[in-house]
C-alpha cells in the first residue's frame, strides 16, 4: 500500500495502454471503467456487489451531494466512503456538467456559477475554490478541476470562452487544492472539435501541471465520428506520464474506441440507468429484456457471463420480473451490465499486456456483428 497518488504505464499496444493507478485506498488497474454512484449509490447495487463485478473505483456527483445531504453532513459522518460503505478509491467530478445541465436559473461569471437547485429551488454559488472545498469535505481521492462544458453543437466563439474560462478555473482549482498527498487533482481539457483549441488547452493545463488530465467536453452531442475525430488526437497531447480519463463515455464499441486512442479512464451511467430500463448488455450487443421474445426463453442473458444474474436466472425470469415491475429485475440487470464492463475491461487490459489489442477490437466487433442469437 502507498501514501501517494501515482500512476505507471506498464504496457502499450498501438495506442492502448495498460497500466495501474496507485492510491492510499487500493489499485487501480488500466483501463478502468468507474462504475457512477451519482448520490452515494451505485443504483440498485449493495457497495460489495459492485466490488465484486471487478470495479476498482466508483465516481461521486459533487453537484447532487452538496446539495443533499450536503457535504458538510458527509464530512461530520466520516467522509463519502464511510458514508457510503465503499473503501476503495473515489473519483468526484467538479459539478460544473450538472450545473451548466441540471440546475435551474443559472448565472455565469468570471467568479463561478450562481444557481437554483434542480430539488428545491434554493440557491447556490459553485466556484473553483467551492469545488475544491466540497470535493475536500467529501474525502475524494481523486478530484476534478472545476470547468465549464458547453454542449455541442455550440459556435465557435462560445466553444473558445468555455475552454478559456476553464483554464482560468484550473489555475484556480490548482491553488485551491493546496498539498494533499495521497490525494490528485486532475485537470480537464477542453476545446471541443476543434484541434487549436484542444492544443491551446492541453498546454496551459501541462503548465498548471496536474496528477492526470481528462478529455472532456465530448459526448455531449457531437456523435461518436466526431468524437473519435477529437481522441484521434486529443490524447497525444497529454503527458504520456499521467493517467488519461475520458468524461462520460460511454457505450461498449464507446469505450474500446476510446481506449484504442490511448485513454485510460472512463465513467458512465449507461450500465446501470440501462439495467433499470430492461436493456442488458451482452458480447453480441445489447438485449431488450422487455420484448415478449424472451417470455419463454430458458437461457441466461451470455452464456459466457458469471453474474448472478447470468449463472441463476432465464431470459424468461427476467423478462417476468421487469415486466411486473420488481425490484429484483434492476437488481440483476445492473449487476449483468455492471459485470459485462469490467469483464470488457479486463479484457482488454488482457490483451494490451499481450500486445494483441488490434486483434481484441476486431473480436469485439465481429462478436457483436451476429447479433443476439433468436430462441431455439
Known amino acids: 500500500m502507498t501514501d501517494r497518488f501515482s500512476f505507471t504505464l506498464n504496457a502499450t499496444s498501438g495506442k492502448a495502454r495498460g497500466g495501474v493507478i496507485a492510491t492510499p485506498r487500493g489499485e487501480i488497474r488500466t483501463p478502468a471503467f468507474m462504475p457512477v454512484g451519482t448520490a452515494g449509490t451505485v443504483k440498485a447495487m449493495l457497495p460489495e456487489s459492485v466490488a465484486a463485478t471487478g470495479a476498482d473505483i466508483l465516481?461521486?456527483?459533487?453537484?447532487?451531494?452538496?446539495?443533499?445531504?450536503?457535504?458538510?453532513?458527509?464530512?461530520?459522518?466520516?467522509?463519502?466512503?464511510?458514508?457510503?460503505?465503499?473503501?476503495?478509491?473515489?473519483?468526484?467530478?467538479?459539478?460544473?456538467?450538472q450545473v451548466m445541465s441540471l440546475a435551474e436559473l443559472r448565472k455565469l461569471t468570471e467568479e463561478g456559477v450562481t444557481f437554483r437547485s434542480h430539488i428545491d429551488g434554493s440557491r447556490h454559488m459553485l466556484s473553483p475554490e467551492r469545488s475544491m472545498e466540497i470535493q475536500r469535505l467529501l474525502g475524494s481521492d481523486i478530484v476534478m478541476c472545476f470547468d465549464e462544458c458547453p454542449a455541442l453543437p455550440a459556435s465557435d466563439e462560445d466553444v473558445a470562452r468555455a475552454t478559456r474560462l476553464s483554464m482560468r478555473w484550473a489555475e484556480r482549482s490548482k491553488a485551491a487544492f493546496g498539498d494533499r498527498p495521497g490525494h490528485a487533482l486532475f485537470g480537464i481539457q477542453q476545446g471541443g472539435v476543434t484541434r487549436e483549441l484542444r492544443a491551446e488547452s492541453a498546454e496551459r493545463l501541462r503548465e498548471i501541471g496536474f496528477d492526470g488530465y481528462a478529455v472532456g467536453g465530448l459526448a455531449v452531442g457531437e456523435g461518436q465520428e466526431a468524437m473519435f475525430?477529437?481522441?484521434?488526437?486529443?490524447?497525444?497531447?497529454?503527458?504520456?506520464?499521467?493517467?488519461?480519463?475520458?468524461?462520460?463515455?460511454g457505450k461498449p464499441d464507446d469505450i474500446v474506441g476510446a481506449v484504442a486512442r490511448g485513454i485510460d479512464m472512463m465513467d458512465c451511467v449507461?450500465?446501470?440507468?440501462?439495467?433499470?430500463?430492461?436493456?442488458?448488455?451482452t458480447r453480441r450487443g445489447v438485449v431488450?429484456?422487455?420484448?415478449?421474445?424472451?417470455?419463454?426463453?430458458?437461457?441466461?442473458?451470455?452464456?459466457?457471463?458469471?453474474?448472478?444474474?447470468?449463472?441463476?436466472?432465464?431470459?424468461?425470469?427476467?423478462?417476468?420480473?421487469?415486466?411486473?415491475?420488481?425490484i429484483i429485475s434492476s437488481m440483476l440487470l445492473t449487476w449483468h451490465n455492471l459485470h459485462y464492463y469490467q469483464d470488457l475491461m479486463a479484457g482488454m487490459r488482457e490483451a494490451i499486456a499481450q500486445d494483441r489489442f488490434a486483434e481484441f477490437e476486431a473480436a469485439f466487433h465481429a462478436a457483436r456483428s451476429e447479433g443476439d442469437i433468436p430462441p431455439p
Open 270 to 281: 449507461l450500465p446501470s440507468r440501462s439495467g433499470r430500463t430492461g436493456q442488458a448488455f
Open 288 to 326: 431488450n429484456i422487455k420484448n415478449a421474445r424472451h417470455a419463454d426463453d430458458p437461457r441466461p442473458l451470455d452464456e459466457d457471463c458469471t453474474c448472478p444474474a447470468c449463472r441463476g436466472y432465464s431470459r424468461a425470469y427476467l423478462h417476468h420480473v421487469f415486466r411486473a415491475g420488481e
Open 59 to 97: 465516481l461521486g456527483n459533487t453537484y447532487h451531494l452538496m446539495l443533499r445531504p450536503t457535504a458538510e453532513r458527509i464530512a461530520r459522518l466520516g467522509g463519502l466512503h464511510r458514508f457510503m460503505n465503499w473503501s476503495g478509491p473515489i473519483l468526484t467530478d467538479s459539478g460544473g456538467f
Open 229 to 249: 475525430g477529437v481522441l484521434d488526437y486529443a490524447p497525444d497531447m497529454l503527458p504520456r506520464d499521467r493517467p488519461r480519463y475520458l468524461m462520460g463515455v
